[in-house]
């Protein structure tokens, strides 16, 4: 696997800790807000935000899918269609899109270990928002 962050190089089968820090320093305002872990296979999980939230998407490859993870409970703090700042531009999320510096890191993580979704983690279709 290989870690791409924002302005950064690519860091080819970076550590547990490296990883964790390196999603823990993503700030929404950069210079780094955003980060691609990508597999063997081109399938990846990315993460854009920082300390005032963060959204997380995944792409599989075969069949081809990308799917924004969200919570089953929406977060009381954002309305519908509040937007994250991030270095990929402004994405507009809905309520139960958002998540802690710490939940994106922890989905990284099992993405990186190959591990089953944490339990608060569910996935929704992006493929029309995408054409795909």
């Known amino acids: 696997m290989w870690l791409q962050l924002e302005g950064g190089g690519r860091v080819d089968n970076p550590s547990d800790w490296f990883l964790r820090d390196a999603i823990m320093m993503l700030r929404n305002e950069g210079p780094i807000s955003f980060a691609i872990l990508t597999d063997k296979q081109g399938n990846y999980t990315q993460v854009a935000g920082g300390a005032l ?23 009381p703090a954002h309305l519908d269609g509040d937007r994250l700042k991030s270095g990929a531009g402004e994405i507009s999320l809905r309520p139960d ?15 990186f270990k190959k591990k089953a979704w944490p339990s608060y ?4 279709s992006m493929n029309e928002t995408f054409g795909i």
Do not use: Q, S, Y
């Open 121 to 124: 983690v569910r996935w929704r």
């Open 53 to 75: 939230g963060c959204v997380v998407e995944r792409r599989v490859l075969k069949p081809l899918n990308h799917d924004r993870a969200h919570k089953d409970a929406a977060d």
């Open 97 to 111: 899109e958002w998540f802690t510096l710490e939940e994106a890191a922890d989905i990284m993580l099992t993405f």
